[in-house]
């Protein structure tokens, strides 16, 4: 599929962020339903499959990056890794008139999108809050499995992170 293609994708993801949002929330419930499942076949042994699988629903309706630090929820369905400055927590500064990136200026700003998309949400208010930075020992690894992780409190066990 050509960029082009995951453009329009995105940006239609994004215009249609409270419905994701919820369908979002409904997959996690799913997701820590499943904990007892991921534990008994190992997170670690599961890190590969869930990724795969993450990278392929994820990349096709928010054209992800695969970060393993996703701030889908709190950047209106958008994902900031998608600026070419990737800028986390807000746009550069330099936002062309229109609404337009600085640094590509055929391509509208990923976060003039993620505060549209971010009005449309429940919890839009989100986009405010400061994201920690990116570690890049998680790339390509899964955020659902950490996720869960997180809620369930229980330590990552096998998985890339110290």
């Known amino acids: ?3 082009i293609r995951w453009f329009h994708v995105r940006r239609w993801t994004a215009r249609h962020a409270r419905f994701f949002e919820f369908i979002y929330a409904a997959f996690e419930h799913a997701l820590v339903m499943m904990h007892p499942l991921f534990q008994r076949l190992g997170y670690a042994r599961m890190e590969r499959p869930v990724a795969a699988a993450e990278r392929i629903i994820k990349g096709f309706l928010f054209d992800t990056q695969m970060c393993g630090s996703c701030t889908l929820g ?3 369905m958008v994902c900031p890794m998608n600026c070419p400055k990737r800028m986390r ?3 550069c500064g330099g936002v062309r008139p229109g609404g337009f990136c600085e640094v590509k200026p055929e391509m509208p700003c990923v976060w003039v999108d993620a505060f549209n998309g971010s009005r449309l949400m429940r ?3 989100r986009i405010r809050d400061i994201q920690a930075p ?3 020992r998680l790339k390509h690894s899964s955020s659902w499995l950490r996720e869960v992780r997180r809620i369930k409190g229980s330590k990552p066990g096998g998985s ?3």
């Open 160 to 162: 890339r992170v110290p």
């Open 123 to 125: 919890h839009g208010e």
């Open 89 to 91: 927590n807000g746009p």
């Open 1 to 3: 599929m050509s960029d």
């Open 74 to 76: 709190a950047t209106g």
């Open 134 to 136: 990116v570690d890049h």
